[in-house]
Nanobody
Framework: QVQLVESGGGLVQAGGSLRLSCVAS????????MGWFRQAPGRDREFVGR????????YYADSVKGRFTIFRDNAKNTVYLQMNSLKPEDTAVYYC?????????WGKGTLVTVSS
């Protein structure tokens, strides 16, 4: 069983930055591939990015490439989503995700609102 808790959402003006955090339970966090997804009002949940274990590759959706960065602190069991140059279309609930032993785990999400 893995629990994920996101934080760091809020209201920001277009062009601004936010950093989201996701704390994971579990003693083997350094083996988890950690991802971020988002869901805007009235839309399906979409992939933002995923980091494949510490030091591994990180992949991003084209819509956020060059603006968002995923990094992790294994000592704190935490993965971060640094979001720069935010746009109104980035407004969404952001979810942390991992798959462990074939089980898909999600946090409850944190709301990011970008005003124009």
């Amino acid at each position: 069983q893995v629990q994920l808790v996101e934080s760091g959402g809020g209201l920001v003006q277009a062009g601004g930055s936010l950093r989201l955090s996701c704390v994971a339970s579990g003693r083997t966090f350094n083996t988890y591939a950690m991802g971020w997804f988002r869901q805007a009002p009235g839309r399906d949940r979409e992939f933002v990015g995923r980091n494949f274990i510490s030091g591994g590759h990180t992949y991003y959706a084209d819509s956020v490439k060059g603006r968002f960065t995923i990094f992790r602190d294994n000592a704190k069991n935490t993965v971060y989503l640094q979001m720069n140059s935010l746009k109104p279309e980035d407004t969404a609930v952001y979810y942390c995700n991992t798959i462990v032993d074939g089980m898909n785990y999600w946090g409850k999400g944190t709301l990011v609102t970008v005003s124009s």
